[in-house]
């Protein structure tokens, strides 16, 4: 499994099947229903304020969407206003993306974990990603960043839509679609040393990166809320 060079793509591409803006958004300072309101009071005890986050995973599963439902995504080049169709969107795959509180308990958990014990768990995931990419299925990944009880919004949900593997460096690179990037493919890279530890492990664009493990999408939903949006 180690011993045969890979290279695999999706045929995911960014500039493409990915949004045009970044990440970042306006957020209100206060809003309607459930969701809004659990964020805004987790926000409060956290001593965060609602500029930190952003809707790293809701762009991802909505590109996910368009892109096995064969629909173009919106070709909005700024990111929508808060009560938009889109944004509205957004929102609700952002929350799909959390699986409840599986995908936040387990960044938690990752946060407080050994380096070396991380090592073996992103091995393990990295192990169930290529058999998915080779599938031809873009799969998200949440990027464990954060250590302890440091800030858990600089963590980070991408899309991982290729690989390519090198037996003699042992080297593994893995191409993103990463919200933050618009039109860009960054990568994330690292060399699987014998004794099971992870060296040089680093994303292209420069963010600290300590882990990963593959996020949660079940399958597609028709995005019915986008056919408001603008094209």
Known sequence: MWDTER????????????????????????????GWALVL?????????????????????????????ARPIPADDRPPPPGSSLFRYLLRRQFDSYAGLRAPLRVLTWMWRRDRRLDRLTISEFLRLRQRLACGVPTPLVLIRSRGAADPTANHQVLAIGYSWEPLTRRATIVLYDPNYPLMEPTLSFVLAPDERLHDLRQSTGERLRGFFLGYYDHPKAPGLLSEAPR
């Open 41 to 69: 009071r987790g926000l409060r005890i956290l001593r965060l304020k609602a500029d930190a986050l952003g809707l790293c995973g809701g762009m991802c599963l909505t590109a996910l969407d368009c892109f096995f439902l």
């Open 7 to 34: 290279a695999i793509h999706t045929g995911f591409r960014p500039a493409q099947h990915g949004f045009r803006f970044p990440n970042r958004f306006a957020w209100p300072a206060a809003g309607r229903g459930w």
